[in-house]
């Protein structure tokens, strides 16, 4: 009996173990194909991964290969049409056309001039050549100033517009010119304005000099220096300078006018001007000789060999202050005509104010006056009474300025 129990529960023991190895077995075995299948998704997963990567990789090679073909066509679309392109850019640079513009401005310098300017042909072709020479850098002596000019004449011929109608012509406007009234240096301590000068009470702070700023501050101002006769012999020597070396020095420190042009302005009688004659009516001397002479009273020898040019204006003639007297009417005109206010002027308005009396007693000295006084004056009050009206003529009748209104034509 107790040895059949024995054997019972040995044998039961037994089953037991096999029981337990064979569920290890099951075990394993079942870990074993998880393993397996994780393995195969993993290496799946590996091998879409790889796939997805070369897709990537090529498509990045497609696009690479894209715009190396777009940006190959855009270079040799752009070389086709580089030669118009910079045609283009050249022809529309701003420094081309203001270079263009001011080389065609200086080739026909006489004729803009010749507009304004009336009767002085001989002066501006003289001060038009020296303009081009040193315009163009061809002057011997480029420190110097590129024109200076030396007007001689009566009252009223002209000397001042000419230097205003070179500041219009080359710069645009009449506000490029600086003029200065040598009246003011007569006294030898007057000279001392034209250059810095220091603030009373003050070490650091400077008077702006009426010569030496305008010229620091724009090194192409057009200088007018009116009435040399007037200026002290302190200020002659001062000009020299300026002519001789293009540069002088006052407080604040050296003012260059190697781009400046310089218009000095002489007054002088008719009668002084006057040629002396001799027997048979001929000149004593060449009127080169005797302008010289007469100029060596006022000026040192060494001031008039500085110049460029010594122009000697001769008086203007009737005819000629007419015309002076037309262009400057027209101007109004044409400033008036923006407003839409047509404006015509016979010529017997220019033929009855400018007469023989007002010419011989001071040339176009007291054009701008007669023009003010007997032209627009009258005209003023016409236009703040009728101020609808858009159409006017003015004509001179029974020894006044007549203006009528005019009815517009359709």
């Not at 040995?10 to 096999?18: L, V, Y």
């Not at 006052?250 to 007054?267: A, N, R």
């Not at 101020?387 to 006044?400: E, M, R, V």
Request: charged share 30%.
């Amino acid at each position: 009996m107790a040895a059949r129990k024995k054997t019972a529960k040995k044998a039961a023991s037994t089953r037991t173990q096999a029981a337990r190895k064979t569920a290890k077995k099951a075990a394993k075995k079942a870990a074993g194909t998880v393993k397996k299948k994780s393995t195969k998704k993993a290496a799946a997963a590996k091998t879409v991964k790889k796939k997805s990567t070369k897709k990537a990789a090529a498509a990045k090679t497609r696009k690479k290969s894209t715009r190396r073909s777009a940006a190959k066509s855009a270079v040799a679309k752009a070389g086709a049409r580089k030669p118009a392109r910079r045609k283009v850019r050249k022809s529309t640079s701003p420094e081309a056309l203001l270079t263009a513009q001011f080389a065609d401005t200086l080739l026909h310098l006489e004729d803009r001039l010749q507009e304004r300017i009336v009767g002085k042909r001989s002066a501006i072709e003289s001060i038009a050549r020296i303009i081009r020479i040193t315009g163009t850098e061809l002057d011997f002596r480029p420190e110097r100033p590129n024109g200076a000019f030396l007007l001689v004449g009566p009252e009223g011929v002209g000397k001042n517009e000419i230097a205003y109608a070179i500041g219009e012509v080359l710069q645009g406007s009449e506000d490029a010119v600086v003029s200065i009234d040598l009246g003011e240096v007569a006294e030898e301590e007057d000279v001392a304005k034209l250059g810095a000068t220091l603030v009373p009470g003050s070490e650091t702070h400077f008077l702006p000099g009426m010569l030496t700023h305008p010229v620091r501050e724009n090194p192409k101002t057009i200088l007018l220096l009116r009435g040399l006769e007037q200026a002290h012999p302190t200020f002659h020597r001062l000009l020299l300078t300026i002519l001789e070396r293009g540069r002088i020095d006052d407080m604040i420190g050296p003012v260059h006018f190697d781009q400046t042009l310089i218009f000095v302005t002489l007054t002088l009688t008719r009668e002084e001007l006057a040629p002396q004659e001799i027997g048979f009516g001929r000149p004593s001397k060449s009127e080169e000789d005797r302008l010289r002479e007469l100029l060596g009273r006022f000026v040192m020898p060494d001031l008039l060999d500085a110049f460029n040019e010594v122009l000697e204006l001769p008086p203007l003639s009737v005819p000629e202050v007419r015309q002076i007297a037309r262009y400057k009417v027209e101007r109004v005109i044409r400033r008036m005509a923006k407003k839409r206010k047509d404006i015509a002027i016979s010529d017997s308005v220019f033929d009855e104010l400018i007469t023989d009396e007002l010419c011989r007693d001071g040339g176009a000295k007291f054009l701008n006056r007669t023009l003010q006084e007997r032209l627009f004056n009258p005209l003023a009050r016409f236009l703040l009474t009728h101020q609808s009206t858009s159409q006017i003529s003015i004509d001179f009748t029974k020894g006044s300025v007549v203006i009528d209104p005019q009815e517009r034509k359709s």
